[in-house]
């Protein structure tokens, strides 16, 4: 149970490809392991407390089974007009939540949880990402959706395809946080567990 943090084993606790497109980036060996969680945000909770409460449960679902290794749990809650909103899951959704958003600005909590199992101590961040939308034309928010389909994406724009073309401005610590994992901030949190991304 006290073995260096560098030797055991990476695992990221989601089903999300882009959040694993994301951790590939800096070029660790990992695992990955889909959470069995519910997701519904509680009555009462505040956008913050929602993603980094089930940041920290997918972290420590998957610890359960794998009591040795470093989990990073990662879940993003996107306000708009003082409320949440979800994946638009379909082109109709998609297109009266683009509708509503443009001119507008959303916020978007990216949080992380690095749960070191071995150690029970779990490192937390919420990273806020603040977009401003352009006022597009229904027509060419039409053809954005029947292009890229986002409808598995909370605001449903990917800002890092062709629905970068929707925003007016960015306004984060870190570029990565809106696509769903902040990696600087990840890369600080497995330092400071003993698990340094460029020193392997």
């Given at each position: 149970m006290n073995a260096p943090a560098a030797n055991r084993p990476l695992i990221l606790a989601s089903s999300s490809p882009y959040r694993r497109a994301l951790l590939e980036r800096l070029r660790?060996?990992?695992?990955?392991?889909?959470?069995?969680?519910?997701?519904t945000p509680r009555d009462g909770e505040a956008p913050a407390e929602t993603a980094l409460r089930l940041a920290v449960e997918k972290a420590r679902a998957v610890a359960a089974d794998h009591?040795?290794?470093?989990?990073v749990g990662s879940d993003q809650v996107a306000t708009f007009d003082g409320r949440q909103i979800g994946k638009p899951g379909n082109h109709a959704?998609?297109?009266?939540?683009l509708q509503s958003m443009r001119g507008r600005e959303v916020e978007f909590h990216s949080a992380l949880c690095v749960f070191d199992a071995a150690r029970?101590?779990?490192?937390?961040?919420?990273?806020?990402?603040?977009?401003?939308?352009?006022?597009?034309?229904?027509?060419?928010?039409?053809?954005?959706?029947?292009?890229?389909?986002?409808?598995?994406?909370?605001?449903?724009?990917?800002?890092?395809?062709?629905?970068?073309?929707?925003?007016?401005?960015?306004?984060?610590?870190?570029?990565?946080?809106?696509?769903?994992?902040?990696?600087?901030?990840?890369v600080s949190m497995l330092n400071n567990a003993g698990f340094p991304v460029l020193k392997r």
């Open positions: 660790l060996h990992f695992e990955v392991v889909v959470p069995a969680i519910d997701e009591p040795l290794a470093l989990i959704g998609a297109l009266a939540q029970d101590h779990a490192q937390v961040k919420d990273v806020i990402t603040r977009v401003r939308f352009r006022d597009v034309p229904d027509a060419e928010l039409e053809a954005y959706l029947h292009i890229e389909q986002p409808y598995d994406v909370a605001g449903s724009a990917k800002s890092e395809g062709l629905g970068i073309a929707l925003l007016e401005s960015i306004d984060s610590d870190d570029p990565t946080a809106l696509v769903g994992l902040p990696l600087i901030e990840l």
